[in-house]
């Protein structure tokens, strides 16, 4: 729920609310006035959780603190999150196999972090006679990634480029988060059980 849905002390315009206490007790159906007069002898805000309901319910909140808790818990899911977040690796038709290599593993680091991976393969001059050639490329780069990826889009001719979206695979994610966060201790206790 946003902030400015919430309503708070005189902003609630009701006869009754349903009242819930700072312990997260309900005090049933109260008054709006007394409501908001208990809630100033404890020192806290009335505020209003759920206003589509009758009566709303409100529960007695530092708002202030509230508010902040709310705002760090969206700093937080935002950290996490890294959907719409796109790298992009760029190569030539006529790509060495090192570094073919190199950038493949590129491509493998960052599904492995969890972005998706926009693979493109620029033709030059002559070149764009002979897309065939990009396409092995392609099928070469995604050899070296099996078990990593989910193909979200095939390889496409874009003007003079081709292109194909990767996106990692859910249990590849999972696999390298819990060990990035653990300490080294803890990484390395599962591993001596098995």
């Known amino acids: 729920m946003a902030d400015k849905d919430l309503r708070i002390n005189e902003q609630i315009r009701v006869r009754e609310v349903r009242l819930i ?13 007394e409501a908001i007069k208990q809630a100033r002898e404890l020192g ?45 690796i760029r190569m030539q038709p006529k790509i060495a196999g090192h ?49 990593f990826y989910i193909m979200e889009r095939t390889p496409l001719m874009e003007g003079r480029m081709m292109s194909m979206v990767l996106q990692p695979k859910a249990s590849i994610i999972k696999k390298n988060a819990p060990a990035a966060e653990a300490s080294p201790e803890e990484a390395s206790a599962p591993a001596e059980k098995e």
């Open 44 to 88: 806290l805000d009335l505020v209003e959780v759920a206003p589509q309901s009758i009566p709303p319910v409100c529960k007695f909140l530092n708002y202030g603190k509230f508010k902040f808790e709310q705002e760090k818990k969206i700093k937080e899911s935002r950290k996490k999150i890294r959907v719409g977040e796109l790298k992009e």
């Open 99 to 147: 570094d073919l290599e190199f950038k493949s593993e590129h491509v493998r680091a960052f599904l492995e972090e969890g972005f998706k991976v926009k693979v493109t393969i620029r033709f030059k001059g002559r070149e764009l006679a002979h897309t065939e050639i990009g396409e092995q490329v392609l099928k070469r780069v995604l050899a070296r990634l099996e078990g």
């Open 21 to 33: 206490d700072d312990k997260g007790e309900q005090k049933g159906i109260v008054p709006t006035l």
